[in-house]
């Protein structure tokens, strides 16, 4: 079974800019989890799919942050503008029903 | 919303000794209990998990414990060995979305 794959591994961007990570879910798993893990910190939950519909976007920052999930299969994580404190792992997890599954992770470097 | 707690933040043992991680989680709608292991540079690695029927489970020398009723839960490492040192992470997840919430790490060094 393919496991869950993201795009790109690492990312080196200008504070100010723009930047999309991407996430192909194992296929089948209806929940997809994108979690931001800052260097010695826990994952930290942004935001929840079940299937293409928001479960919990609690602790996503909207007023920089976006994020979708077309056809309920891949989905896109989207920072505009970035900031210095966005530097951090970002990881998607796709679940079903429970046990998670974790993606290798998108590392982001913000200058 | 859920809040997970998780002690100690790290930890240090002798090979062969065990080590002991303890997570309290507040929402009482919580029903499934993973633990992670992170190694450095790599993605959390799921090694055990629990659920809310359940009160103990064991697999090889890992354990875990759940005492519903004082909302509490902690992962057990016997005879600990140097390729277990990592950091663990323990989560609640809740609902019928699995609502998840991880605790913030405990750092585990096995020393030779």
């Known amino acids: 079974e393919a496991g869950v794959a993201q795009s790109p591994r690492y990312k080196i961007i200008e504070k100010r800019q723009s930047v999309a990570f991407w996430c192909n879910p194992i296929s089948g798993h209806a929940t997809l989890y994108w979690y931001q893990q800052i260097l010695g910190q826990g994952p930290k939950l942004l935001i929840q799919?079940?299937?293409?519909?928001?479960?919990?976007d609690s602790q996503l920052p909207k007023d920089r942050f976006s994020a979708e999930r077309l056809k309920g299969v891949d989905s896109t994580l989207k920072i505009q503008p970035a900031k210095l404190e966005d530097s951090a792992v970002y990881l998607c997890a796709s679940s079903y029903p429970t046990e998670q599954y974790f993606g290798p992770g998108t590392r982001l470097t913000v200058t | 919303g859920e809040n997970v707690e998780q002690h100690p933040s790290t930890l240090s043992v002798q090979e062969g000794d065990s080590a002991v991680i303890k997570c309290t989680y507040s929402?009482?709608?919580?029903?499934?209990f993973p633990w992670y292991k992170q190694e450095l540079g790599k993605r959390p690695q799921l090694i055990i998990d629990i659920r809310s029927n359940v009160g103990e489970k064991k697999d090889q020398r890992i354990a875990v414990t759940l005492n519903k009723t004082a909302k509490h839960f902690s992962l057990h490492i016997t005879e600990t060995q140097p390729e277990d040192s990592a950091v663990y992470f323990c989560?609640?997840?809740?609902?019928?979305?699995?609502?998840?919430?991880f605790g913030t790490g405990t750092k585990l060094q096995v020393i030779p």
């Open positions: 799919f079940q299937n293409n519909g928001v479960v919990d």
């Open positions: 929402d009482s709608a919580s029903n499934y």
């Open positions: 989560a609640a997840q809740s609902g019928g979305y699995q609502k998840v919430t």
